[in-house]
């Protein structure tokens, strides 16, 4: 089983901070995934990475990729309250997920 | 986007009894889906893998006998939680892989809460 981990387990900032939250492994992944998940619901994929040293955006949210693709990063820029939820990273066939990062964006 | 469906979204059962959730994808079809359970403030722990017309692969730890998956089609899986107990209490969430996707990417049901009294 490959593992990854997350960190910090834990992130409370005010509305218009930045964010980072790390993912890493000591093993190689062909890909990793990005989810965030809200209370009582199911995880929804943000972006997936493939290549050594990607970078991707989203609005607001900038995904990258290691070059050895062994690790990964999310930045949040100017966090909003809708930006409060699960982040979970992911990787590997059957998904090993990361413990996940609890971010809470204060009004 | 692709859609994976989950049924019941809660269910609430006696100790000692089954119980059968369902996982559909419906826009797409999956050669393999999987089946997790996440306890509160918790990350998600991988149960089983399940490929269409044979035989659920379930990690280390994970009765077989009392998580019976079954695959029997493209589109759907199905685990039934037999002979209940409270501590199977848990929030049971199902994804599927787009087999038509390069990179893999798992799209998830919306889970299911189970609580056995």
């Known amino acids: 089983t490959q593992l990854l981990e997350q960190s910090p387990q834990f992130l409370s900032i005010q509305e218009g901070e930045n964010l980072t939250v790390y993912c890493n492994s000591s093993?190689?992944?062909?890909?990793l995934q990005w989810y965030r998940q809200e209370p009582g619901e199911g995880p929804v994929l943000l972006v997936t990475?493939?290549?050594?040293?990607e970078v991707k955006k989203l609005k607001r949210l900038t995904f990258q990729f290691g070059d050895a693709r062994k690790d990964s990063s999310l930045h949040i820029t100017a966090a909003q309250p809708g930006d409060t939820g699960l982040y979970l990273c992911a990787g590997g066939v059957g998904l090993s997920f990361g413990a996940g990062t609890t971010v809470t964006v204060r009004a | 986007g692709a859609v994976v469906s989950q049924h019941p979204s809660w269910v609430i059962c006696k100790s000692g009894t089954s119980v059968k959730i369902e996982c559909r994808s419906l826009d797409f079809q999956a050669t393999t889906m999987f089946w997790y359970r996440q306890f509160p403030k918790q990350s998600l722990m991988l149960m089983a893998t399940?490929?269409?017309?044979?035989?659920?692969?379930?990690e280390q730890g994970v009765e077989k006998d009392k998580f019976l998956i079954n695959h029997a089609s493209l589109t759907l899986s199905t685990l039934t939680v037999t002979s209940a107990h409270p501590e199977d209490s848990s929030f049971y969430i199902c994804?599927?892989?787009?087999?038509?996707?390069?990179?893999?990417?798992?799209?998830f049901g919306p889970g299911t809460r189970l609580t056995v009294t």
């Open positions: 093993s190689v992944f062909s890909s």
């Open positions: 994804s599927a892989r787009d087999g038509a996707s390069g990179a893999g990417e798992q799209y």
């Open positions: 990475v493939v290549t050594g040293g």
């Open positions: 399940s490929n269409e017309g044979s035989k659920a692969t379930y």
